[in-house]
């Protein structure tokens, strides 16, 4: 059982086109801007939230192409584990 949810930020190795892959490969984690909800979303600021902001901007708020903001939310941890991985995969290859 979940003692509840939270927020983890990461970077994937690589740029633009790895974080894209890695988001067209999670099932079970929402695309979302907010991240406040039960269930696991994931966003990417530098083309979700932050897209309208100057990149030389962003870059000096350490918001990069390759950053993840995920919030986990209630389901089961295998589940979650799992489909963050089948993401990873499809980055790694």
């Known amino acids: 059982m979940s003692a509840g949810a939270g927020i983890i930020t990461f970077y994937l ?3 633009l086109t790895e974080s894209r892959q890695f988001l ?3 099932s079970m984690f929402l695309c979302a801007e907010s991240l406040g909800a039960v269930e696991s979303l994931l ?3 530098a083309i979700m939230t932050h897209a309208s902001v100057a990149p030389e901007v962003r870059a000096e708020l350490g918001i990069s192409d ?3 903001r995920a919030a ?3 389901e089961s941890e295998e589940d979650i584990i799992n489909d ?3 993401g990873l ?3 790694v290859g």
Do not use: F, S
């Open 13 to 15: 190795k690589g740029g």
């Open 24 to 26: 067209e490969n999670t």
């Open 43 to 45: 966003d990417h600021p």
């Open 66 to 68: 390759n950053m993840i």
């Open 72 to 74: 986990v939310g209630i």
């Open 84 to 86: 963050l991985k089948k």
């Open 89 to 91: 995969d499809a980055v």
